[in-house]
C-alpha cells in the first residue's frame, strides 16, 4: 500500500470523526444569565443538516467552512511537497510540517464550534 492511500485513508478517518466529535453538547455549556438552545440560537447563524436520522445544527458556518479550506489547502500543500520531493529533505519536512499543521488545524473546529 503506498503513502498516498495511507495519507487517503487518514484524511478520511479525521475527517468522518470531525463530523461527530461534540454533537449534542449544547446543554453543558454554561451561561450567565441561564440560557436554553433555542435563545443562544436566536442570535447566532446556524444551519440545520438533516443526516443519519438526527437533525444536526452547525453553528456559524460560513468561519466554519473557512477553518476547513485553510486546513485542507495545507494538508494538499504539505501533500504535493511529498509527491515533488525527489531527494530533497527539506520537501519532506516542509510536506510533513504541513501535512500536520493543516491536521491540527481542522481538528478542534468541531468542538469550538458545535
Same mark, same amino acid.
Given at each position: 500500500? %503506498?503513502? @498516498? ?5 487518514l484524511?478520511?478517518? $479525521? &475527517?468522518?470523526?470531525? @463530523?461527530?466529535? %461534540? $454533537?449534542?453538547?449544547?446543554?453543558? /455549556?454554561? !451561561?450567565?444569565p441561564?440560557?436554553t438552545?433555542? *435563545? ?8 440545520e443538516i438533516?443526516a443519519f436520522? +438526527? #437533525?444536526?445544527i452547525?453553528?456559524?458556518? &460560513?468561519?466554519?467552512f &473557512?477553518? !476547513?479550506?485553510? %486546513? ?7 501533500? !504535493? ?5 525527489? #531527494?530533497?529533505?527539506s +520537501?519532506?519536512w516542509w510536506g510533513m510540517?504541513?501535512i500536520?499543521w493543516?491536521l491540527?488545524? $481542522?481538528?478542534?473546529?468541531?468542538? /469550538? *464550534?458545535l
Open positions: 500500500m %503506498g503513502i @498516498g492511500v495511507r495519507i487517503h485513508r484524511l478520511l478517518l $479525521c &475527517s468522518a470523526l470531525m @463530523g461527530v466529535a %461534540g $454533537c449534542g453538547r449544547m446543554d453543558a /455549556i454554561l !451561561y450567565d441561564p440560557m438552545p433555542v *435563545q443562544m440560537l436566536d442570535h447566532m447563524p446556524f444551519v438533516f436520522s +438526527r #437533525n444536526f452547525r453553528m456559524e458556518p &460560513s468561519s466554519t &473557512s477553518v !476547513y479550506l485553510l %486546513g485542507l489547502l495545507a494538508v494538499g500543500g504539505g501533500i !504535493y511537497f511529498l509527491t515533488i520531493r525527489k #531527494n530533497h529533505v +520537501r519532506f510540517a504541513l500536520f493543516g491540527a488545524h $481542522c481538528l478542534p473546529v468541531p468542538a /469550538i *464550534q
